[in-house]
């Protein structure tokens, strides 16, 4: 993981060597977000993309304030899935206008904040339409709608397939004319359309082809559509290299298509802007959670390195979120990040489950108690897709570093 650089066998973070930084911090476990790689990896992905491509934070992948507030200086808009991500992104300053609201069973409450903020709503269901009537009437304000469509297509190697087949998210491809008529009789202000195929892909001939599919979908759709498209958002899926062998996403070919699409939408759909939304990608690389080691135990030749950090915190690294093969996040002894590996040892957390494994037979320097236990690869779908409250311990620190 060369994107922290090591100095005097210390990984640096944010640019302060790891033990520094956990003093600073006060305790472990946490979580450290390195500000100046979220912004070089936004720069990363404006120079192989078209400049009139708009990109945005889907900020359920890291809901941090600090750093969705850092976030939204790099990037075009925010994505929201729920009112609670919606007052954070409003707290940070995103500007409402660029900000729009994703996710099936939105309640009735969180529509009428929607439209009393002024974002976009993605509609996934007819139902969405009668709350956001009303609450556009009694408002005085438009309810700006865009249609999140589940196309009649799925997003090939992903890692979770969000789109295609029978699915809880948007409406089916086949149904969205019907629905593009009640919402021009209910009065909503139509935008555009959104397709989100899937996650964790690391294959761009995958995402080009799901691109070019969505925008095909989207120019058949807008044939039916009560007023111009002025917003098509294609989605994302960006994954990144978790575990040994993965290759990184090529971003070069998806460039050169989605400056294909935005050549021939300028013709097709000439008032639509073209967004992609990111979350992992744009955040996951740039953060590291760190754990103490609390003991050393050697169970029948087995070596475990117990620490206070574990499941509770960092779901995803113990292989609970959505992993159908338990693999290891890489990892490292940060304090110790010259040093030869020693014999394969197991990370473990502190709780009663044998789900509670951070790391399963890995060939780590040789540690002690004291020293501390860095997963790469943390910033996306960590604490706050972590049972926090699992066995009572007390809940993760986060820093934006
Ligand atoms: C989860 C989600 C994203 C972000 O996915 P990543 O894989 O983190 O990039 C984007 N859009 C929608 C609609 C989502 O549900």
């Keep these: ?100 609201f994703a996710g099936p069973g939105k309640q009735d409450g969180e529509l009428w904040q929607a439209v009393a903020a002024g974002i976009l709503v993605n509609l996934e269901s007819a139902r969405e339409i009668g709350p956001l009537a009303a609450a556009s009437q009694a408002l005085g304000l438009p309810a700006r709608v865009a249609v999140r469509v589940n196309p009649d297509f799925e997003l090939k190697s992903s890692g979770m397939k969000m789109g295609g087949g029978p699915k809880q998210f948007g409406v089916d491809a086949e149904e ?45 759709l807008a044939e039916h559509a009560p007023a111009a498209v002025r917003f098509l958002n294609l989605g994302g899926g960006f994954g990144i290299p978790y575990f040994p062998g993965e290759q990184r996403l090529d971003l070069a070919p998806i460039g050169d298509n989605l400056a294909d699409i935005l050549a021939r939408a300028a013709h097709a759909l000439p008032a639509a802007e073209l967004v992609i939304e990111l979350g992992r990608y744009l955040v996951g690389e740039a953060g590291v959670y760190v754990a103490r080691v609390i003991d050393r135990k050697v169970s029948r030749g087995h070596t475990y390195l117990v620490t206070d950090g574990g499941l509770h915190h960092h779901l995803s690294a113990s292989g609970n979120f959505g992993q159908v093969i338990r693999k290891n996040y890489p990892a490292a002894i940060g304090n110790r990040m010259g040093a030869e590996p020693g014999e394969p040892c197991s990370v473990v957390g502190p709780l009663c489950t044998p789900l509670d494994l951070l790391a399963d037979r890995m060939a780590l320097a040789d540690a002690m108690p004291g020293d501390l236990v860095v997963v790469f690869q943390s910033g996306a779908y960590g604490a706050s897709a972590s049972p926090q409250a699992f066995l009572g311990h007390p809940a993760v620190t986060e820093i934006l570093v």
Aim: charged fraction near 20%; charge should be positive; hydrophobic fraction near 45%.
């Design 176 to 220: 969205v004319p019907a629905l593009l008529r009640a919402v021009a009789a209910a009065g909503l202000c139509f935008e555009g359309f959104h397709l989100f195929a899937g996650s964790q892909n690391l294959k761009a001939e995958a995402i080009v082809e799901a691109q070019q599919k969505s925008y095909q979908l989207a120019l058949r």
């Design 1 to 100: 993981m060369d994107q922290f650089p090591v100095t005097d066998g210390e990984l640096q973070v944010g640019g302060l060597p790891l033990t520094r930084l956990a003093t600073r911090v006060g305790r472990t476990p946490f979580y450290a977000y390195d500000r100046e790689l979220l912004t070089q990896r936004a720069a990363t992905l404006r120079r192989a993309l078209p400049p009139a491509l708009k990109l945005h934070y889907a900020m359920k992948a890291n809901p941090m304030p600090a750093l969705v507030c850092h976030m939204t200086k790099l990037v075009d808009g925010i994505d929201v899935a729920s009112a609670g991500e919606l007052k954070i992104a409003l707290d940070v300053g995103a500007d409402p206008r660029e900000i729009s």
